[in-house]
């Protein structure tokens, strides 16, 4: 089975300005989670999808925003960039039946630089 | 409310030693614990995972991991270290009893293999 796959895996963005990512899950899957990676605060969780429906939300402001379509592929949103946003930001997939046991598949991220 | 603790930024260990990587956990009900490691530039990848029954869990290349429940521990073991095992590793918990509940990373554990 193909990874998960993340588009773009680099990205320049303006303070301001808005940006999208996009994640597609190991076929099968139909949970996908977004986490935000910094050096200075680690891996903070954004929000969890299971079949079009966010199950979970992280502490982030509301300029951070997601989906998931029919077919499991998510995008997440953020809008007004800041400069602070800058960080890798991983998808991860699991579970084809929505319990918790799962582990998580990660793909290799999207590294977002605000300027 | 759920939190994971990893005591160590950073664990260093000769090539062919035991390692120790530590974890502690607090969850509300009983947890769901993974271990997950990074190299370089690449997502996370699963190592291990406990769920239920026994306490010692074996997991990919070569690791496992004791779950205490007493003293709210999962530390990540090896009998050998090899120096390709130098990478971030990351302790994870979720708690079982909840569907609302979400996974939560530890800050990670930088561990260097010298040769």
């Known amino acids: 089975k193909a990874g998960v796959t993340q588009t773009p895996r680099y990205l320049i963005k303006t303070r301001g300005q808005q940006v999208t990512l996009s994640c597609s899950p190991i076929s099968g899957h139909r949970s996908v989670s977004w986490y935000q990676q910094t050096p200075g605060q680690g891996l903070q969780f954004l929000f969890e999808?299971?079949?079009?429906?966010?199950?979970n939300k992280g502490n982030f402001p509301g300029r951070f925003s997601g989906r998931q379509f029919s077919n499991s592929r998510s995008e997440m949103n953020v809008s007004t960039l800041e400069l602070g946003d800058s960080a890798l930001y991983l998808c991860?997939?699991?579970?084809?039946?929505?319990?918790?046991?799962?582990?998580?598949?990660f793909g290799p991220g999207t590294r977002l630089t605000v300027t | 409310a759920q939190s994971v603790a990893q005591p160590e930024d950073q664990v260093n260990v000769a090539e062919g030693n035991p390692l120790t990587v530590k974890c502690t956990y607090s969850?509300?009900?009983?947890?769901?614990l993974f271990w997950y490691v990074q190299y370089p530039n690449r997502g996370l990848q699963f190592l291990l995972k406990y769920i239920t029954g026994d306490n010692l869990v074996k997991g990919s290349y070569g690791f496992e991991a004791e779950f205490n429940k007493s003293q709210t521990s999962f530390h990540l073991k090896k009998p050998s270290a090899l120096v390709s095992d130098s990478a971030l590793y990351f302790c994870a918990v979720r708690d079982m009893y909840s569907s609302a509940s979400k996974i939560i990373f530890g800050s990670g554990t930088r561990l260097s293999i010298r040769p």
């Open positions: 999808y299971f079949s079009e429906t966010q199950r």
């Open positions: 991860a997939s699991s579970s084809s039946s929505g319990t918790l046991t799962y582990e998580q598949y």
């Open positions: 969850v509300s009900g009983n947890p769901y």
